[in-house]
């Protein structure tokens, strides 16, 4: 789960978020396999939804449009440069560059015939990673400067297995170790902590 760092602004969190859309109109998968270069400043960290065979690693990335309907892979890039820098992207479906002051924050360019979308985001933070299902966030900040955070986990409980359900066997449908908890976090200026059951 994500949150936006407007909120965390008096903590000194600084960068730009890019969201960068690949594949865009893909007829069928394509590998979009790539890395980022900056001309001045540096790249903090890559994001994305990452299936079994995709990698992200320093600044490259493995990544496929996939799916049916073909769905475009989603990169967030969060970068630590000024204004002036040029941005330079590679992929296995071809190259493009532009200046960060070319993307106002709302702001997005199409590149690739199309096939490529640059929007410039909030800046976000990775808050928790738990592998459950993290939604809902709410952030308030504290008498001290500490910022907490409320969210819902939910966790997944054991599949339905259809096979047993086909013949007549109905205990996978009985929901065991599922369900939503609401957890707090809180950012005291160097780090999150733990996740509170609340």
């Not at 630590?80 to 820098?85: C, I, Q, W």
């Not at 560059?97 to 410039?120: D, H, I, M, N, Y």
Request: charged share 25%; net charge neutral.
């Amino acid at each position: 789960m994500s949150v936006h760092a407007k909120s965390l602004r008096p903590t000194g969190l600084q960068g730009i978020t890019l969201q960068i859309t690949l594949g865009v109109g893909d007829p069928q998968p394509v590998d979009w396999s790539g890395e980022i270069r900056l001309s001045q400043g540096r790249v903090l960290r890559l994001e994305a939804r990452l299936a079994q065979d995709e990698r992200i690693g320093g600044n490259r990335w493995q990544l496929r449009s996939r799916g049916t309907p073909v769905r475009p892979a989603r990169l967030w890039a969060t970068l630590e440069a000024p204004p002036t820098a040029q941005v330079e992207v590679e992929t296995k479906r071809g190259s493009f560059s532009f200046a960060l002051e070319e993307l106002p924050l709302g702001s997005s360019k199409t590149f690739l015939q199309g096939s490529v979308v640059v929007e410039r985001v909030p800046l976000t933070v990775q808050v928790v990673g738990e592998g459950l299902e993290e939604d809902f966030p709410a952030v308030a900040m504290g008498s001290e400067g500490e910022v907490w955070c409320a969210y819902v986990a939910y966790r997944r409980g054991n599949p339905i297995v259809m096979e047993e359900v086909e013949r007549g066997k109905f205990d996978s449908l009985e929901t065991k170790g599922n369900g939503d908890e609401v957890r707090l976090v809180r950012y005291d200026g160097r780090g999150w902590s733990r996740p509170i059951r609340v």
